[in-house]
């Protein structure tokens, strides 16, 4: 499976950006999806989460009521909705795949990784 990730940029804090996964070699419907980030100088850390199979979905204290992760099986692709960006936001996403559905995904359990697309939020 290989993940891109694109839709990153540069915006003020307050606004929207939408990040996009396109997964090519497998259909990724019955895998838990996930994107990811990481700021300069700290450890990767999970943002939200999609159990594709079970149509379930998680996030981070952090992201709550700000970011949403959906799925479009016809185009294999998963997105993430970022509204109300903050400056603490700034980082590397990654969007991530991991074939097991019976948990939530954890960086200790990623399978496929995407490279990631930078976010840059100014205040």
């Known amino acids: 499976v290989q993940l891109q990730a694109s839709g990153g940029g540069l915006m003020q804090a307050g606004g929207s950006l939408r990040l996009s996964c396109a997964a090519s070699?497998?259909?990724?419907?019955?895998?838990?999806l996930g994107w990811f980030r990481q700021a300069p100088g700290k450890e990767r850390e999970f943002v939200a989460g999609?159990?594709?199979?079970?149509?379930?979905?998680y996030y981070a204290d952090s992201v709550k009521g700000r970011f949403t992760i959906s799925g479009d099986n016809a185009k294999n692709t998963v997105y993430l909705q970022m509204n109300s960006l903050k400056p603490e936001d700034t980082a590397v996403y990654y969007c991530?795949?991991?074939?097991?559905?019976?948990?939530?995904?954890?960086?200790?359990?990623?399978?496929?990784w995407g490279k990631g697309t930078q976010v840059t939020v100014s205040s």
């Open positions: 070699g497998r259909t990724v419907s019955n895998y838990n």
């Open positions: 999609l159990n594709w199979r079970i149509g379930a979905t």
């Open positions: 991530a795949a991991d074939t097991s559905t019976l948990r939530r995904i954890d960086t200790s359990y990623v399978d496929y």
